[in-house]
């Protein structure tokens, strides 16, 4: 199993669909093999479920991510675990012992409204209503 999460400086980064990083974990009979991160090379929203696929994931984790972006991922075989927030390898480890915290019904709408610079989908709690 291959495992991609959203990654910025050692965390799940929270809006999927500017993701600048994927931390990607190999795992072989419940035990992480392999570890890397990967850069997207600018690739946004609608192309990040086919780098995913691309490079042989087969489950995100993730913070907020919005309604496109999850029928990309599920049209692409994907299965996602959003709205989870603070270190990605702990969320990996903690999906491995079947006691990862996720929103299954996670939504991120970022072209409804305005965000500043710096913002993130954990500041006004995206992923998680």
Not at 60 to 76: S, T, V, Y
Not at 87 to 112: E, G, K, Q, T, Y
Not at 120 to 128: L, Q
Request: with cysteine.
């Amino acid at each position: 199993m291959k495992i991609a999460v959203t990654h910025q400086m050692g965390q799940i980064f929270q809006h999927f669909g500017h993701t600048e990083q994927f931390k990607f974990y190999d795992v072989t009979d419940g035990e992480i093999t392999g570890i890397k991160v990967v850069n997207t090379n600018g690739s946004g929203h609608g192309a990040l479920a086919g780098f995913l696929k691309d490079n042989g994931i087969d489950v995100l984790i993730c913070g907020g991510i919005g309604g496109g972006a999850q029928e990309a991922l599920k049209q692409a075989g994907i299965k996602l675990y959003g709205g989870v927030t603070g270190s990605a390898d702990a969320a990996v480890v903690a999906l491995l012992s079947n006691s990862l915290a996720f929103n299954p019904d996670v939504h991120c709408d970022h072209h409804d409204h305005e965000h500043g610079e710096g913002h993130t989908c954990g500041d006004h709690g995206c992923g998680k209503h």
